[in-house]
């Protein structure tokens, strides 16, 4: 029997639980039985939970509840193989398999709370001393990992993410942004953290010539803090905040841009341009930390840290006749190395089940 450890149910669904969620769901199809699922009580996502069967024990939540009740009830058990998908883990117990997308913590610390910052520096050495080994989402962060907490790259094993089949390039109807104007927009997803590098993109995108007809919608939580740099009364009026959306909203987005952009400064894998590509949206993206290992040739890359570079690839594709169409193309071919399936059974072969 192989324990998981199912706290991120308990979690906003940001990359890693979306991860550690299509991974459970696969390992519960590939192992049925063998494989059970343990949470404490505070479950966001009860349908996930229901589906797979889970188990609530302890009576602690968050960090607490995954250092001692979970650790207490495995021991109860004759301390099982734990298997963690999210980038925390019990930091003492020896029997498991741990998982860590990234050190943007690091590299990045200014996106990044001090108490954050200061519970992973304390956190993350003693997991990793305890686990039989590591998962992560790409060579590069393998190579971050492995050269940051000096941890051997033979116990580092890289599992993928991919995207859901609900993102697909069936066309819905046209978006509505604003009446008497052209419908046409970039779209990028943002959130509130420094090296997601939106400041730079609503820069570039400002310098658009005012005869290219174009929005730049950006979705996700919306907070001044994330463009403290900019002067948000100022802003180019074609920049629309969109907050966060549903599933199906984001698929329609996607499916009528001209383009998504995806302006990060570091990324430990990066799920939305694969959404963007499954949905026959052309992707411009940064080339910089895991993101061409993902992307390949299947993306316009541009350098994040130049205004200028994010402006000119912005123009390219609105101005370049047949260069949607072919980064289209390339992108659905870049889908195929991608499958949550594959991703499970990769890690249950890892594991030795």
């Not at 913590?105 to 990793?128: A, D, G, N, T």
């Not at 001044?224 to 966060?244: T, V």
């Not at 341009?273 to 910089?288: M, Y």
């Amino acid at each position: 029997m192989i324990y998981t450890n199912a706290r991120f149910l308990t979690q906003p669904i940001t990359g890693v639980q979306r991860f550690a969620i299509e991974i459970s769901k696969q390992l519960k199809i590939l192992m049925g039985d063998e494989i059970k699922f343990i949470s404490p009580s505070n479950i966001l996502h009860t349908e996930i939970a229901d589906y797979l069967n889970v188990e609530v024990v302890g009576k602690r939540k968050g960090h607490l509840w995954e250092q001692m009740d979970l650790p207490l009830y495995l021991k109860k058990r004759n301390n099982p193989f734990l298997l963690n998908l999210c980038s925390t883990a019990p930091a003492t117990y020896s029997n498991q398999f741990v998982t860590h997308h990234d050190i943007t913590y690091v590299r990045y610390p200014e996106s990044f709370s001090l108490s954050f910052r200061i519970w992973y520096k304390l956190l993350i050495p003693q997991i990793l001393k305890h686990s039989k080994g590591l998962i992560t989402v790409s060579n590069f962060s393998k190579r971050e990992i492995s050269e940051y907490y000096k941890y051997s790259l033979d116990k580092i094993h890289v599992i993928s993410n991919a995207v859901n089949k609900e993102f697909a390039n069936i066309k819905s109807n046209l978006i509505e942004i604003d009446n008497n104007s052209s419908n046409k927009y970039l779209l990028a997803v943002s959130s509130n953290n420094y090296h997601k590098n939106f400041k730079r993109l609503i820069e570039a995108f400002s310098l658009l010539p005012k005869e290219i007809d174009i929005k730049l919608l950006i979705v996700g939580n919306y907070n001044s803090n994330s463009f403290s740099h900019i002067k948000l009364s100022n802003l180019d009026d074609r920049i629309r905040f969109l907050g966060r959306v549903s599933d199906s909203e984001l698929i329609k987005l996607y499916q009528s841009a001209e383009a998504f952009v995806f302006p990060s400064l570091y990324e430990g894998f990066g799920i939305p341009p694969l959404e963007a590509q499954a949905c026959g949206c052309p992707v411009l993206a940064a080339k910089t930390a895991s993101i061409p290992e993902v992307l390949g040739n299947s993306s316009l890359f541009f350098d994040p840290t130049d205004i200028q570079s994010i402006n000119l690839a912005i123009i390219k594709i609105l101005r370049t006749p047949g260069l949607k169409r072919e980064l289209k193309e390339k992108g659905m071919e870049n889908l195929k190395k991608y499958s949550w399936k594959s991703s499970a059974e990769k890690i249950i072969k890892i594991i030795g089940i």
